[in-house]
């Protein structure tokens, strides 16, 4: 019923650039805050980015100035535009939705497939 799928992941050389795209259906994403995680293997899940049902937007530090999210609420689209990319931003990135834009991943209750990002140096 509620589905977010991702898509723009690749592969890329650090200090290139990567927008990732999330496309929510069985939901009205506008009603929602919705945000980006990251998971790399033997790492835990961590909140990269959010912005909530207004537009206000929240970044972790590691990303900060480097990555811009936003949300077209006519296409029902959330987008991370991704630069300047460093070897340790490689992992899964997951789309989710939320009624709250809480900090803790396992407070979300919507999440995407994931999409594979890799950065080499």
């Known amino acids: 019923q509620v589905q977010l799928v991702e898509s723009g992941g690749g592969s890329v050389q650090a200090g290139g650039s990567l927008r990732l795209s999330c496309a929510a259906s069985?939901?009205?994403?506008?009603?929602?805050?919705m945000g980006w995680f990251r998971q790399a293997p033997g790492k835990e899940r961590e909140g990269v980015a959010r912005?909530?049902?207004?537009?206000?937007?929240y970044y972790a530090d590691s990303v900060k100035g480097r990555f811009t999210i936003s949300r077209d609420n006519a296409k029902n689209t959330l987008y991370l535009q991704m630069n300047s990319l460093k070897p340790e931003d490689t992992a899964m990135y997951y789309c989710?939705?939320?009624?709250?834009?809480?900090?803790?991943?396992?407070?979300?209750?919507?999440w995407g497939q994931g999409t594979q990002v890799t950065v080499s140096s």
């Open positions: 989710a939705a939320a009624g709250t834009c809480y900090i803790e991943p396992t407070k979300w209750a919507y």
């Open positions: 069985g939901v009205t994403s506008n009603n929602y805050c």
């Open positions: 912005i909530s049902s207004g537009g206000t937007t």
